[in-house]
């Protein structure tokens, strides 16, 4: 019986083995014949390669033996054209993208467009074909030329999409990078010119709306807040922080400090930063005197930058919204810091109009402190300040 057992065993042992043997031989023998068949560019490819005579080539790049990505420059131009890598047939978007795919590939271009760019832009491009669709290394690059905006940005528009965003909606493998960032319109740019427009006397009815103005055109702005009121306006404080503003000291009740001693300007200051504090966990870090009214004895009163103004719209006085957008137009420079209220109607209604002609025209809308830093000024306590 035992005999009959071990035979059995055996014979087992050796249909296993042969088993193995035989899933081993056969993978291997698949590997090798994968290695052995060796796949080449198209030749209309090269031949379409040595046809861009005068052309400057940014970029050749191949996925998968799939596709074949051609960028290049000429006459100051971007030009883009995309191949089947093995047969050289020009491939189109659709082409690139799985089936029952496409629609969700331009969501995800939209979400990007719209974090971007500022909505009177990203509203029109997300109704518009790409022109050029260029795959580099570690992005998809979309170009757009064919669209009327109003006004017309003097800049070119393109989207960068980092394959971490829309591996999983193409027909091959890309590289994926562990880090990597998504597109932000509120990033400082350095190829802009740069404004930091404030606004002073608030909390009021009218700054919930404009903060909504202000996202929507990628624009950010200080707030020079009156301490009195911040208690009984304490979400739309914080709806001003949370937005990425920035909030400033503009007194306790709107008193000229040249007209209160030392101390009763800083224990208003400590008053009104525990309010601050309570509401968004800040305290003040600058201010800015009612009036523009200042002198050296009110510079010393309190531990903060001291920040006026090179414009001043006035717009207390000129209740008229093209009249301040154009006031605006004629005089913004680069460094500028520009004086608005928040508590008109009318002011609020300008600015709405001015932010897309000012990013139009090249100027990015940002805070102060982040003005003084693009223009590699310490902000001081104690010191004023007017531009940048």
């Known amino acids: 019986m035992k005999f009959k057992l071990k035979n059995k065993l055996r014979r087992i042992i050796i249909v296993l083995g042969f088993m193995v043997t035989v899933t081993l031989l056969l993978f291997f023998s698949n590997s090798w014949c994968k290695r052995s068949k060796t796949i080449n560019r198209a030749d209309k490819i090269s031949a379409y390669l040595a046809s861009l005579t005068d052309a400057k080539i940014i970029k050749i790049k191949d996925f998968d033996h799939k596709l074949t990505s051609i960028t290049w420059e000429k006459d100051e131009k971007i030009a883009v054209a995309n191949f089947d890598y093995e047969t050289g047939e020009n491939l189109t978007i659709e082409n690139i993208i799985k089936p029952g795919q496409y629609e969700n590939f331009k969501k995800k271009v939209n979400e990007l467009l719209a974090l971007k760019y500022p909505r009177f832009i990203s509203e029109v491009l997300e109704k518009t074909e790409p022109s050029l669709y260029s795959f580099q290394d570690q992005e998809l690059i979309l170009y757009y030329d064919d669209y009327e905006i109003e006004p017309m940005p003097k800049e070119d528009l393109f989207l960068k999409i980092n394959y971490n965003e829309i591996y999983s909606f193409l027909t091959f493998t890309v590289p994926l990078s562990k ?51 911040l208690l009984n306006a304490a ?63 009110v510079k010393e ?88």
């Open 235 to 297: 979400s739309t404080v914080k709806q001003v922080a949370s937005a990425g503003n920035e909030i400033g000291y503009h007194s306790f009740d709107h008193t000229s400090f040249k007209r209160q001693d030392r101390v009763t300007i800083q224990n208003e200051f400590n008053t009104s930063n525990e309010y601050l504090k309570g509401i968004i966990g800040k305290t003040f870090s600058l201010t800015r005197p009612p009036y523009g009214s200042i002198n050296e004895e």
């Open 301 to 388: 009163s309190i531990d903060t930058p001291f920040i006026l103004w090179q414009i001043d719209t006035n717009d207390w006085r000129y209740k008229n919204v093209d009249y301040l957008v154009n006031y605006v137009l004629d005089h913004a420079q680069d460094g500028d810091i520009i004086l608005f209220h928040d508590s008109y109607a009318t002011s609020i209604e300008a600015v709405a109009k001015l932010l897309p002609i000012l990013y139009s025209e090249g100027f990015q809308m940002v805070t102060v402190s982040d003005l003084a830093k693009i223009k590699n000024v310490n902000l001081m306590p104690h010191e004023s300040y007017h531009h940048f």
């Open 179 to 229: 880090e990597y960032t998504r597109e932000n319109g509120f990033a400082i740019a350095e190829n802009k010119k740069h404004l930091a427009i404030t606004f002073d006397d608030g909390p009021s009815a009218y700054t919930s709306e404009l903060i909504t103005i202000l996202k929507e055109n990628k624009a950010h702005s200080t707030f020079f807040f009156v301490g009195q009121k």
